[in-house]
């Protein structure tokens, strides 16, 4: 169940108005009284035989007698509206329930405690069999202000009450750093635009790619502009630039001018001064990302992000996570157009998890936003797949990471966003990486190296090795293993290289797991043959490791 409380100035009357009217696209049908202050209030919308102008009026100037009464002594804020829905698979509620739930609401806001005779006065209209408005005026009945400290909050632990003692679903806890949500009344003109979402959603997703892609605030802004975006810098009268907004091309109002969304009503961290503290950590030199192919260097920062999650200050692996939340909003714009549609799905998810209460550390990630940039910089993004794939994986054990993190800090709402975002991110993976996969098997070596490679594994990676070759993923190891191998490396060492980079323990796929980080091992220069005989020294001092009969050593043959 969401509450939303709105607050306003002036009278009711606008509101009343709207509330017993026929709303923006006709939706409202019996509109009518559930609740009231004292239960016999006029009601527009069960007064058949009356004017339903003239009982309106009748209604709000009830409501405002005691804002009246106060006259030029009454603040400039007077008028409380709190819609309240109901989750779409939730039962339908009675009229007396719907009642009932008023009045907790109102008296949790401090609108209306119970069994105040002097509170303020309030009506619940009912719209429709998922919710109903509130509307309230801020002054009691005996003249003074009501104590509605922290109301929202108030407000919002009352309605994880209710859907307790309803049977109704059970929304997650927040803290306070959720963007603002879309009106209904924004959902209805993007409806009448053709819009697949709201002008604050489209002008919120163009405006992180931008700040994901800038290096300086010069940039961010010629990059907003270049998405279509108009922008509005706000000046101060010594020249300094405060603050901005934008606005999407033909979003305008009745008048015909543009509607403009400052930076900060967006979300929290789309203010100017969170832009820039962000960009101050990223320096405005060239992109160039060593060594030389910046997807290898974009996965091996995300494969990263777990050891930050699991060891370092919470400020760092908040740092981290607002990194990858940049790298996922970057991504959907390089991939191919089959698997675009979950990544920008998977990226509008986990935008959710990239905020919270801790400050983060925006410096400790610096490599992962360098390298995306780097990325988003070629022209010759995309390759075969195999970089956007090997990220991917990557991507996903870290947001499986920070699943597990956002909820040993009891972030709810991160932590069911972070759930989110895997699941999109793992639809993405099977576009993208299959083909790649599947490609990489069809050119997989024969039999008698392959059983040369199996013997390396299970002496590297016994504990895997079965999982691994029982995998559909180790023909296209295979085929890696043989790319680096005929590129001069040793496949001993470079296995043992592999395994050194993080555990496999928790990879879904340990054959997949290797084929990347072999495949970004192999591109690499291979060692000169002095190192490689030290190397070959180093591996003969090993404790053999006993071969199981699934994958048995080879005879060697002898020379003709």
Same mark, same amino acid.
């Given at each position: 169940m969401i509450p939303k409380i709105i607050t306003g100035k002036g009278s009711t009357r606008r509101l009343i108005a709207y509330l017993f009217g026929k709303g923006d696209a006709n939706e409202h049908v019996d509109p009518h009284l559930v609740a009231s202050w004292n239960d016999f209030a006029p009601d527009p919308g069960r007064s058949p035989h009356r004017d339903p102008k003239e009982v309106e009026k009748q209604l709000y100037t009830q409501l405002d007698q005691p804002v009246a009464m106060l006259g030029r002594r009454a603040?400039?804020?007077? =008028?409380?509206?709190?819609?309240?829905?109901?989750?779409?698979?939730?039962? /339908?509620?009675?009229?007396?329930?719907?009642?009932?739930?008023? *009045?907790?609401?109102?008296?949790?806001?401090? /609108?209306?405690?119970?069994?105040? $005779?002097? #509170?303020?006065?309030? =009506? %619940?209209?009912?719209h429709a069999d998922d919710h109903i408005h509130i509307a309230a005026t801020l002054v009691r009945q005996d003249g003074r202000r009501p104590r509605r400290d922290y109301d929202i909050r108030a407000v919002q632990r009352e309605a994880r009450q209710i859907e307790v003692d309803y049977g109704l679903r059970r929304l997650k806890p927040g803290d306070g750093t959720a963007a603002k949500r879309p009106t209904s009344k924004e959902h209805f003109k993007a409806k009448r635009l053709g819009q697949d979402a709201t002008s604050r959603e489209i002008l919120r997703r163009r405006v992180r790619r931008a700040i994901a892609a800038a290096s300086t605030e010069t940039e961010f802004f010629v990059l907003l502009e270049a998405s279509? =975006? #108009?922008?509005?810098?706000?000046?101060?009268?010594?020249?300094?630039?405060?603050?901005?907004?934008?606005?999407?091309? @033909?979003?305008?109002?009745? &008048?015909?001018?543009?509607?403009?969304?400052? @930076?900060?009503?967006?979300?929290?961290?789309?203010?100017?001064?969170?832009?820039?503290?962000?960009?101050?950590?990223?320096?405005?030199?060239?992109?160039?990302?060593?060594?030389?192919?910046?997807? +290898?260097? $974009?996965? #091996?920062?995300?494969?990263?992000?777990?050891?930050?999650?699991?060891?370092?200050?919470?400020?760092?692996?908040?740092?981290?996570?607002?990194?990858?939340?940049?790298?996922?909003?970057?991504?959907?714009?390089?991939?191919?157009?089959?698997?675009?549609?979950?990544?920008?799905?998977?990226?509008a998810a986990f935008e959710r998890a990239t905020r919270s209460r801790i400050d983060a550390d925006h410096a400790s990630a610096r490599a992962l936003r360098r390298s995306v940039q780097a990325i988003w910089n070629?022209?010759?993004?995309? @390759?075969?797949?195999?970089?956007?794939?090997?990220?991917?994986?990557?991507?996903?054990?870290?947001?499986?990471?920070?699943?597990?993190? +956002?909820?040993?800090?009891?972030?709810?709402?991160?932590?069911?966003?972070?759930? &989110? %975002?895997?699941?999109?991110?793992?639809?993405?993976?099977?576009?993208?990486?299959?083909?790649?996969?599947?490609?990489?098997? /069809?050119?997989?070596?024969?039999a008698q190296t392959k059983r040369r490679y199996a013997h390396h594994l299970l002496r590297s990676a016994p504990q895997h090795a079965e999982h691994i070759l029982?995998?559909?993923?180790?023909?296209?190891? #295979?085929?890696?293993?043989?790319?680096?191998?005929?590129? @001069?490396?040793?496949?001993?060492?470079?296995?043992?290289k592999a395994l050194n &980079?993080?555990?496999?323990?928790?990879?879904?796929?340990?054959?997949?797991?290797?084929?990347?980080?072999?495949?970004?091992?192999?591109?690499?220069? $291979?060692?000169?043959?002095?190192?490689?005989?030290?190397?070959?020294?180093?591996?003969?001092? *090993?404790?053999?490791?006993?071969?199981?009969?699934?994958?048995?050593?080879?005879?060697?043959q002898p020379r003709r």
């Amino acid at each position: 169940m969401i509450p939303k409380i709105i607050t306003g100035k002036g009278s009711t009357r606008r509101l009343i108005a709207y509330l017993f009217g026929k709303g923006d696209a006709n939706e409202h049908v019996d509109p009518h009284l559930v609740a009231s202050w004292n239960d016999f209030a006029p009601d527009p919308g069960r007064s058949p035989h009356r004017d339903p102008k003239e009982v309106e009026k009748q209604l709000y100037t009830q409501l405002d007698q005691p804002v009246a009464m106060l006259g030029r002594r009454a603040t400039k804020t007077t =008028v409380w509206h709190c819609p309240v829905r109901a989750a779409p698979e939730d039962p /339908i509620l009675s009229d007396a329930q719907w009642a009932e739930i008023a *009045r907790r609401i109102v008296a949790a806001a401090g /609108i209306a405690p119970a069994g105040d $005779a002097e #509170a303020c006065r309030w =009506v %619940a209209v009912w719209h429709a069999d998922d919710h109903i408005h509130i509307a309230a005026t801020l002054v009691r009945q005996d003249g003074r202000r009501p104590r509605r400290d922290y109301d929202i909050r108030a407000v919002q632990r009352e309605a994880r009450q209710i859907e307790v003692d309803y049977g109704l679903r059970r929304l997650k806890p927040g803290d306070g750093t959720a963007a603002k949500r879309p009106t209904s009344k924004e959902h209805f003109k993007a409806k009448r635009l053709g819009q697949d979402a709201t002008s604050r959603e489209i002008l919120r997703r163009r405006v992180r790619r931008a700040i994901a892609a800038a290096s300086t605030e010069t940039e961010f802004f010629v990059l907003l502009e270049a998405s279509g =975006v #108009a922008v509005r810098p706000k000046t101060e009268p010594s020249g300094d630039v405060s603050g901005y907004s934008v606005s999407l091309p @033909g979003d305008v109002n009745k &008048q015909g001018e543009p509607i403009w969304y400052a @930076g900060s009503t967006l979300s929290g961290d789309l203010s100017l001064p969170q832009v820039r503290k962000r960009l101050a950590t990223t320096p405005p030199e060239p992109v160039t990302v060593q060594p030389g192919n910046p997807w +290898h260097q $974009a996965t #091996a920062s995300t494969e990263r992000i777990p050891f930050h999650l699991t060891h370092s200050d919470d400020g760092v692996a908040q740092g981290q996570l607002a990194a990858l939340g940049g790298a996922l909003d970057l991504l959907s714009l390089t991939a191919p157009a089959a698997a675009r549609t979950e990544l920008e799905r998977a990226s509008a998810a986990f935008e959710r998890a990239t905020r919270s209460r801790i400050d983060a550390d925006h410096a400790s990630a610096r490599a992962l936003r360098r390298s995306v940039q780097a990325i988003w910089n070629d022209p010759v993004r995309h @390759g075969d797949g195999a970089g956007l794939a090997m990220l991917i994986d990557a991507a996903l054990t870290a947001v499986a990471y920070a699943m597990h993190w +956002h909820r040993a800090r009891q972030h709810a709402q991160q932590q069911a966003a972070s759930e &989110q %975002a895997l699941i999109h991110l793992q639809a993405a993976y099977a576009q993208v990486a299959e083909p790649v996969l599947a490609g990489l098997a /069809i050119r997989t070596p024969g039999a008698q190296t392959k059983r040369r490679y199996a013997h390396h594994l299970l002496r590297s990676a016994p504990q895997h090795a079965e999982h691994i070759l029982n995998d559909r993923a180790w023909d296209a190891l #295979a085929t890696s293993l043989a790319e680096a191998e005929a590129a @001069g490396h040793n496949v001993s060492n470079l296995l043992d290289k592999a395994l050194n &980079q993080r555990p496999l323990d928790d990879a879904r796929s340990p054959a997949r797991a290797l084929t990347w980080r072999i495949r970004r091992l192999g591109q690499r220069q $291979a060692p000169s043959p002095q190192a490689q005989a030290a190397n070959a020294r180093h591996a003969m001092q *090993r404790p053999t490791v006993s071969v199981s009969p699934l994958s048995p050593e080879p005879k060697r043959q002898p020379r003709r």
